[in-house]
């Protein structure tokens, strides 16, 4: 069995079909990892080596019998704490759900598993999702594998980290506003949120519920549109009313050039504020990496974008607020003892159960929401919306994709980002992307001069314009690695069967 830290998704099931090795081998390499590196970087918040074995022994019989596995045959996966899996708890990595098991499956989990894909557990995460490095989570913080004493990013921290520290190959996160392009760039890996509607959310715990979109992290752009084609397919998910028709091969036009086609860059978000000077060099590299092969760079202008942090923290409060109206301790998750009234355990089940951020972004979103102030917030959010759709409407009449940093600067410290506002600023490049519903994926643009910290590029596109972004990401990559990494702090450490 060769080196699991080597060995692309594609790699591992072409193996596992060839009886190069079998998924059960595979399964305890990514175990082993687990064991050998978690102490240092604690991306799981549970691990699930029954299921993980049981999973790979099905699909190893499968293969005995002669049957044809899927696309992810033995690939080692993990999915964000806010995705239902059954045999597991759904956390949120919250208090609040600090019990709770799973009583039914994600979809998008399940298209994971269906496609032959091992899961190995589920992953740390912000608190419901709030937030941009982990800390937020109610459980334990989650290291940076390039820098255990900086943040992943978040909210998926614990999915990003887990693949940059070779704990898993794939994993799943949930993007309302950057909580998947953010911490890939942070940890130095692939990270897509596809165009929303694309991916089923079934299963998948609310905050921004016109905002959400789920997709997948991994070491290479080839990695994800593999994962993507698992997670999308024909027909849409009866049980999500957003989702899409999506029968895309996102792997058929991947390597395709990209000469002659045209590259949009804002000059507002290039030089904007916050920005620092190694990511805006590394991001030159990127522009030129792309006019080698071909491109066309253009300027594009989205002029309402600088509004679009303030847009966002109004609207996505207001639909968290309503989402999280349902754990009130009396159905699901954590309750409060030896209450008197009903109001009583209400109050005291959500003081208890939430943590700070989860109690300012609800108290934030029942004051927008309240008659009177309504009109003077929400409403004109949801305008500023509207012109923000239309501006990359316009922007996309002059150019394929996008191309902007991923995040203002590499991982921070702990602790570092005090002020909440400071905090709701790392994604300033990401949020508007959502307010729009297009896609966007995060790819690594090699190490910032200064910091020696991961950097990315992120490309945005129009609505379903996938396939593409996963093709310009693809030529951005070539550029840069030929293979995904995995942190080099972790790299051979651990997992290795030989
Ligand atoms: N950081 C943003 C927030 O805190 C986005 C989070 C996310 O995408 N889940 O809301």
């Given at each position: 069995m060769p080196n699991i830290d080597e060995l692309s998704a594609a790699e591992i099931a072409s193996g596992v079909k060839a009886g190069d090795f079998t998924a059960t081998e595979v399964a305890e390499a990514s175990l082993d990892a ?18 993980a074995l049981a999973a790979a022994k099905k699909c190893d019989e499968a293969r005995a019998k002669g049957e044809e596995l899927g696309a992810l045959a033995g690939v080692p996966v ?34 994971m598993?269906?496609a032959g894909a091992t899961p190995l ?45 070779g704990e898993a190959t794939i ?47 991994g070491r290479s752009?080839a990695d994800?549109a593999l994962a993507?084609n698992a ?20 792997l ?230 030929a293979k995904g990494v995995v942190?080099?702090?972790?790299a051979g450490?651990g997992g290795d069967l030989a």
């Amino acid at each position: 069995m060769p080196n699991i830290d080597e060995l692309s998704a594609a790699e591992i099931a072409s193996g596992v079909k060839a009886g190069d090795f079998t998924a059960t081998e595979v399964a305890e390499a990514s175990l082993d990892a687990i064991d050998k590196r978690e102490g240092e970087v604690q991306a799981f918040l549970q691990v699930v080596p029954e299921l993980a074995l049981a999973a790979a022994k099905k699909c190893d019989e499968a293969r005995a019998k002669g049957e044809e596995l899927g696309a992810l045959a033995g690939v080692p996966v993990a999915f964000k704490d806010n995705m239902h899996l059954v045999g597991t708890r759904t956390t949120c990595a919250s208090r609040m759900l600090e019990n709770y098991d799973s009583v039914f499956t994600a979809t998008c989990v399940q298209r994971m598993l269906d496609a032959g894909a091992t899961p190995l557990g589920k992953t740390n995460m912000d608190e419901f999702a709030f937030g941009s490095s982990t800390e937020s989570s109610a459980f334990h913080r989650t290291n940076n594998p390039w820098d255990t004493t900086r943040v992943p990013g978040g909210s998926s921290g614990g999915s990003a980290a887990a693949v940059a520290a070779g704990e898993a190959t794939i994993t799943l996160g949930s993007d309302t506003g950057g909580s998947i392009r953010q911490p890939a760039s942070l940890c130095g890996v692939v990270g897509m949120k596809p165009t929303y509607g694309a991916v089923s959310r079934y299963g998948v715990v609310a905050f921004g519920s016109s905002l959400d979109q789920v997709g997948p992290f991994g070491r290479s752009v080839a990695d994800v549109a593999l994962a993507m084609n698992a997670l999308t397919g024909p027909g849409r998910d009866p049980y999500d009313s957003t989702s899409q028709n999506c029968p895309v091969d996102f792997l058929e036009h991947l390597d395709d050039p990209i000469e002659g086609r045209k590259v949009g860059v804002v000059p507002a978000l290039m030089e904007a504020a916050g920005l620092t000077q190694e990511v805006k060099d590394a991001l030159a590299g990127a522009i030129k990496a792309l006019e080698d092969q071909g491109a066309e760079i253009v300027e594009v202008e989205l002029p309402n974008i600088a509004s679009a942090i303030a847009a966002y923290y109004v609207i996505a409060p207001c639909e968290a607020f309503s989402n999280l109206a349902r754990f009130d301790g009396v159905r699901y998750g954590y309750q409060e003892p030896d209450c008197l009234s009903l109001a009583e355990q209400t109050a005291k089940s959500r003081a208890h159960g939430f943590g700070e951020e989860a109690k300012r972004r609800q108290m934030l979103g029942a004051y927008l929401l309240a008659s009177g102030v309504y009109d003077k917030y929400y409403y004109p959010a949801q305008q500023v919306r509207t012109l923000i759709t239309r501006d990359y409407v316009e922007a996309y009449k002059r150019c394929d994709v996008i191309l902007m940093p991923a995040a203002p600067r590499t991982a921070f410290k702990f602790g570092e980002m005090s002020d909440p506002t400071q905090m709701y600023a790392s994604d300033m490049f990401t949020i508007s992307n959502n307010i729009a519903g297009n896609g966007g994926i995060s790819v690594p643009i090699g190490l910032g001069a200064e910091s020696k910290l991961p950097v990315s590029a992120q490309l945005q596109g129009p609505a379903f314009s996938d396939r593409r972004l996963l093709q310009f990401a693809r030529a951005i990559e070539r550029a840069y690695v030929a293979k995904g990494v995995v942190a080099p702090a972790f790299a051979g450490k651990g997992g290795d069967l030989a």
